[in-house]
């Protein structure tokens, strides 16, 4: 079946620097992305959504970037703070179907 | 925040018993689903739920699995037979529409030995 994975297993970041995950997904039907943060111990808390017909949506210090031309997504972070290490999912789904989450990427902000 | 309650936090049991996960889903959402997490790893979607059945499962979610709202309320997830490699944290996620975000849990962490 069709999957979603990330780039990099693990990013470590200034703090006060802007970070970037990185999300290649394989189902081009896909219509639905979002990004969760998990802290140890927690549920996997939403952080940004984005729909296929939009590229481009700003939260607050959070980016989500959407190319279907390459199947990729990103998550930028700005000015990150201490707050911010934790493991990011991307996550996909196509029409009415359930959410897949890809592998991870563990986030740590050097003080 | 509406949150999505869980319990219990931590279930220890003994492999071949039988365990049941509750969860009290946001008051106005109408979609259910169980996830769940090996230490380490990603996390993997079990089961759907909507309109009293289920509308999507998993090849991890076998006979020995079911999921039940009881009582209006609380969703469950049953596993009959427990074994070692049910150890995982239990993710309940619930939403108001499919194609939404969906709200997590705090999970529970289920021991079998």
């Known amino acids: 079946g069709e999957s979603v994975g990330l780039h990099l297993p693990t990013l470590s970041v200034q703090e006060g620097d802007n970070s970037i995950i990185n999300c290649a997904y394989s189902n081009s039907a896909s219509d639905y992305f979002i990004w969760y943060k998990q802290e140890s111990g927690k549920g996997p808390q939403f952080i940004i959504d984005?729909?296929?017909?939009?590229d481009k949506r700003q939260g607050q210090r959070v980016t989500v970037l959407l190319n279907k031309t390459v199947k990729h997504l990103s998550l930028q972070i700005a000015a990150t703070q201490p707050g911010d290490s934790a493991v990011y999912f991307c996550?996909?789904?196509?029409?009415?179907?359930?959410?897949?989450f890809g592998t991870g990427t563990r986030l740590t902000i050097i003080p | 925040e509406p949150e999505v309650t869980q319990t219990p936090s931590h279930q220890v049991t003994q492999m071949g018993q039988e365990v049941i996960l509750r969860c009290v889903p946001i008051s106005n959402h109408l979609y259910f689903y169980w996830y769940r997490q090996i230490l380490g790893q990603k996390v993997e979607f079990l089961v759907s739920f909507y309109n009293n059945e289920i509308s999507e499962k998993s090849e991890i979610f076998d006979d020995q699995f079911s999921v039940e709202r009881p009582d209006g309320s609380n969703f469950t997830l049953k596993i009959r037979s427990t074994k070692l490699e049910d150890s995982a944290m239990y993710f309940c996620?619930?939403?108001?529409?499919?194609?939404?975000?969906?709200?997590f849990g705090s999970g529970t962490q289920l021991s079998v030995l």
């Open positions: 996620a619930t939403t108001t529409a499919t194609n939404e975000k969906l709200f």
């Open positions: 984005i729909r296929s017909n939009m």
């Open positions: 996550a996909e789904s196509f029409g009415n179907e359930k959410l897949t």
